[in-house]
T-cell receptor
């Protein structure tokens, strides 16, 4: 039981490049979330999903896209990377809406 | 908009001293969660409080939810070096998401 896994761990992008951050959970959780954490700050919700095929925007969705074709996977797509997207990205999952969230190890992204 | 503020932002304590972090919401919360994030790590769930005035203990950690359900606190008795990290509260205002506080970074000096 691996929990929530994220790849890659680190990535450096040039301005304007695109990439997909992968997130997989093996706990059969319906709820999945993408957060970003800027240095010294809390977590801001980018997108969330309540089940396969259902996604919705969080607080800071601009510049990102998501899809949820299976219960296990919730990839985050960055289009046209900008320096403001330099951050640590965490994926999390939860079995119910009001319940503990289980976080992945994070992806540290730098855009230069 | 809805905000959850945490104080202090940083706290340095000598090992063995007590530590408290406070979480204050601009709106009434249905419940509140606490997470711990070790340096370079990811947030790890500690506890969830639901009832007004609720107090829960986990060994040296005491969590409290205010009577008005707008504030919460985490108290650590006799800190140890293993307590180092950032402590976040996350409040559920009854909408679609938890609102995370800005966190309190704890350093414990041996």
């Amino acid at each position: 039981n691996a929990g929530v896994t994220q790849t890659p761990k680190f990535r450096i992008l040039k301005i304007g490049q695109s990439m997909t951050l992968q997130c997989t959970q093996d706990m059969n959780h319906n709820y999945m979330y993408w957060y970003r954490q800027d240095p010294g700050m809390g977590l801001k919700l980018i997108y969330y999903s309540v089940g396969a095929g259902i996604t919705d925007k969080g607080e800071v969705p601009n510049g990102y896209n998501v899809s949820r074709s299976t219960t296990e996977d919730f990839p985050l797509r960055l289009e046209l990377a900008a320096p403001s997207q330099t951050s640590v990205y965490f994926c999390a999952s939860s079995p119910r809406q009001i319940y503990a969230q289980y976080f992945g190890p994070g992806t540290r992204l730098t855009v230069t | 908009g809805q905000q959850v503020m945490q104080i202090p932002q940083y706290q340095h304590v000598q090992e063995g001293e007590d530590f408290t972090t406070y979480c204050n919401s601009s709106t009434t919360l249905s419940n509140i969660q606490w997470y711990k994030q070790r340096p370079g790590g990811h947030p790890v769930f500690l506890i969830q409080l639901v009832k007004s005035g609720e107090v829960k203990k986990q060994k040296r950690l005491t969590f409290q939810f205010g009577e008005a359900k707008k504030n919460s606190s985490l108290h650590i008795t006799a800190t140890q070096t293993t307590d180092v990290g950032t402590y976040f509260c996350a409040g559920w205002p009854g909408t679609y998401k938890y609102i995370f506080g800005t966190g309190t970074r704890l350093k414990v000096l041996a």
